[in-house]
């Protein structure tokens, strides 16, 4: 990286396509003004480079893609013995990297500010050490963000844990009521490693400076004032919460070739596509694609579906997934019966580009916060059908707070049926109720741009933001 003498922003990222695109996004805010801004980026050690290598292989993707933001990459640590949970594996490796950041920081001749992805908390002690005010980035959403800053509250005045309380429901400020089984994974169970990590995490939030939020208050206006109100956290002052976003990235259609989906599309009537696409993740088994498959079928609907290999073993869920054999994976004479009205695509599709487009009028989505925006500024209504992380939180507030969208229901059993997948698609794209959640995302398109439109409330925040780094210009 060029150095030159203007305090420069550093964010520090985790390695996860749905981390490091939102924080790309943000350093192009700092560009965009004119401030010297980098990505500190960790790098994998050798004994866990191959457990890494997918998501080492999209961070080169995303460099290469973005050539107007500086990146710079921390050393591997040393981390003789991997721990054998992937999630783990990936918060050690975060921790074990913050020596290189603090070298990284005093390398630096002035530091505006360390902002980080939570995923990174433990990198405030890099922060501390070097005197750089630091910050949170918060890539998922407002409302994740206020239930879990009460979690450290929760876990220290109740007993017993999130994962034998079935579907009783847990009430945070700020948030509807959430079914305990819709608490992700990571902290359902005191006596799990994971769980302790996490709750220590979110009970340092309020150690940092500021909260940076990718959601525009509009869109979660209840959980952004709990968190200005401080009520989330009852035992210690909140930080000043800042919603910057939807940041999304805005599509390669101008830059690149144009994915033969779009013109597929172009051909397709207004609002009557539905798109299925769990994320840079998300995988379903056999069985399900094939229930989907049917669900389609009898639908009578278009659609256009991202479709990936069933999972492997979860212990290798960072691991690159075989490209899917769809004439064994789709029922028999699907891609025939439906040849014309459907199109699965293996893999990937050009998500952004695909919301936007006018003939898609619904989106069956895992609730990863990225999706959720992405839909939410496009102004179409979304079957939330949650798979991991924190994909279930975002389907309460999604559905029961930002009335946008319906729950695919089964999505927390062995199988989503058919039968549901056909009455869901037919329900957003066919009723009166997909007619009144299409008026309400119309809205929710609208006042996303309004948010970006510049002295809208996110810019502004932004703006504010830099006034505390003293670096408004
Ligand atoms: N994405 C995409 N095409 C795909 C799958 C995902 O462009 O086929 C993008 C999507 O637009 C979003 C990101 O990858 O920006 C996924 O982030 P999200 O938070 O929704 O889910 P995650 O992958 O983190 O579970």
Same mark, same amino acid.
């Given at each position: 990286?060029?150095?030159?003498?203007? &305090?420069?922003?550093?964010?520090?990222?985790?390695?996860?396509?749905?981390?490091?695109?939102?924080?790309?996004?943000?350093?192009?805010?700092?560009?965009?003004?004119?401030?010297?801004?980098?990505?500190?980026?960790?790098?994998?050690?050798?004994?866990?480079? =191959?457990?890494?290598?997918?998501?080492?292989?999209?961070?080169?993707?995303?460099?290469?893609?973005?050539?107007?933001?500086?990146?710079?990459?921390?050393?591997?640590?040393?981390?003789?013995?991997?721990?054998?949970?992937?999630?783990?594996?990936?918060? =050690?490796?975060?921790?074990?990297?913050?020596?290189?950041?603090?070298?990284?920081?005093?390398?630096?001749?002035?530091?505006?500010?360390?902002?980080?992805?939570?995923?990174?908390?433990?990198?405030?002690?890099?922060?501390?050490?070097?005197?750089?005010?630091?910050?949170?980035?918060?890539?998922?959403?407002?409302?994740?963000?206020?239930?879990?800053?009460?979690?450290?509250?929760?876990?220290?005045?109740?007993?017993?844990?999130?994962? =034998?309380?079935?579907?009783?429901?847990?009430?945070?400020?700020?948030?509807?009521?959430?079914?305990?089984?819709?608490?992700?994974?990571?902290?359902?169970?005191?006596?799990?490693?994971?769980?302790?990590?996490?709750?220590?995490?979110?009970?340092?939030?309020?150690?940092?400076?500021?909260?940076?939020?990718?959601?525009?208050?509009?869109?979660?206006?209840?959980?952004?004032?709990?968190?200005?109100?401080?009520?989330?956290?009852?035992?210690?002052?909140?930080? &000043?919460?800042?919603?910057?976003?939807?940041?999304?990235?805005?599509?390669?259609?101008?830059?690149?070739?144009?994915?033969?989906?779009?013109?597929?599309?172009?051909?397709?009537?207004?609002?009557?596509?539905?798109?299925?696409?769990?994320?840079?993740?998300?995988?379903?088994?056999?069985?399900?694609?094939?229930?989907?498959?049917?669900?389609?079928?009898?639908?009578?609907?278009?659609?256009?579906?991202?479709?990936?290999?069933?999972?492997?073993?979860?212990?290798?869920?960072?691991?690159?997934?075989?490209?899917?054999?769809?004439?064994?994976?789709?029922?028999?004479?699907?891609?025939?019966?439906?040849?014309?009205?459907?199109?699965?695509?293996?893999?990937?599709?050009?998500?952004?580009?695909?919301?936007?487009?006018?003939?898609?009028?619904?989106?069956?989505?895992?609730?990863?916060?990225?999706?959720?925006?992405?839909?939410?500024?496009?102004?179409?209504?979304?079957?939330?059908?949650?798979?991991?992380?924190?994909?279930?939180?975002?389907?309460?507030?999604?559905?029961?707070?930002?009335?946008?969208?319906?729950?695919?229901?089964?999505?927390?059993?062995?199988?989503?049926?058919?039968?549901?997948?056909?009455?869901?698609?037919?329900?957003?794209?066919?009723?009166?109720?997909?007619?009144?959640?299409?008026?309400?995302?119309?809205?929710?398109?609208?006042?996303?741009?309004?948010?970006?439109?510049?002295?809208?409330?996110?810019?502004?925040?932004?703006?504010?933001?830099?006034?505390?780094?003293?670096?408004?210009?």
């Amino acid at each position: 990286m060029e150095q030159n003498s203007d &305090p420069t922003v550093v964010l520090h990222a985790c390695l996860g396509v749905g981390h490091l695109i939102p924080m790309v996004e943000l350093a192009k805010l700092f560009v965009r003004r004119g401030i010297s801004v980098v990505i500190a980026v960790p790098t994998p050690p050798a004994s866990a480079a =191959d457990f890494f290598s997918a998501s080492s292989s999209a961070v080169t993707s995303i460099v290469a893609a973005n050539p107007s933001i500086a990146f710079h990459n921390l050393p591997p640590p040393d981390y003789p013995s991997p721990d054998p949970d992937p999630f783990l594996q990936m918060l =050690d490796l975060l921790r074990l990297t913050v020596p290189s950041l603090l070298a990284f920081l005093r390398s630096l001749p002035s530091v505006a500010a360390l902002v980080l992805d939570l995923f990174c908390i433990d990198a405030l002690d890099a922060a501390a050490e070097s005197g750089v005010p630091a910050y949170i980035y918060y890539t998922s959403s407002a409302g994740d963000l206020a239930a879990f800053l009460h979690l450290p509250h929760h876990f220290a005045t109740t007993e017993g844990d999130i994962k =034998d309380m079935g579907k009783a429901l847990l009430r945070f400020p700020g948030v509807p009521p959430i079914p305990a089984s819709d608490m992700p994974h990571t902290v359902l169970d005191r006596a799990n490693r994971t769980c302790n990590t996490r709750i220590a995490h979110y009970g340092r939030i309020p150690e940092a400076r500021g909260v940076l939020v990718n959601t525009y208050e509009w869109l979660e206006a209840r959980a952004v004032s709990a968190l200005r109100e401080g009520v989330c956290v009852p035992d210690r002052p909140t930080p &000043p919460v800042h919603c910057i976003g939807p940041l999304i990235v805005k599509g390669a259609a101008a830059e690149g070739e144009r994915h033969s989906c779009l013109s597929w599309l172009d051909a397709q009537p207004e609002r009557s596509v539905v798109f299925i696409c769990f994320g840079s993740l998300g995988a379903v088994s056999a069985a399900q694609l094939k229930a989907i498959a049917h669900g389609l079928e009898k639908s009578g609907h278009r659609f256009l579906w991202v479709v990936r290999s069933p999972p492997i073993d979860p212990a290798k869920f960072f691991l690159p997934r075989p490209e899917p054999d769809l004439h064994a994976l789709l029922p028999e004479g699907f891609t025939e019966r439906t040849r014309g009205r459907g199109i699965v695509l293996k893999m990937w599709a050009p998500q952004v580009e695909v919301l936007r487009h006018a003939a898609t009028g619904a989106f069956m989505t895992h609730c990863g916060w990225n999706s959720v925006l992405e839909a939410a500024s496009a102004g179409v209504p979304m079957l939330c059908w949650p798979q991991y992380a924190e994909q279930r939180l975002n389907k309460v507030f999604v559905v029961d707070e930002m009335k946008a969208g319906v729950v695919v229901e089964g999505y927390d059993e062995e199988l989503v049926t058919a039968e549901e997948v056909e009455k869901k698609v037919r329900l957003v794209l066919e009723s009166e109720e997909g007619e009144k959640l299409r008026e309400r995302l119309a809205l929710a398109k609208l006042k996303a741009a309004e948010a970006l439109a510049d002295s809208g409330p996110s810019q502004a925040a932004f703006d504010e933001f830099l006034k505390d780094l003293k670096l408004s210009k």
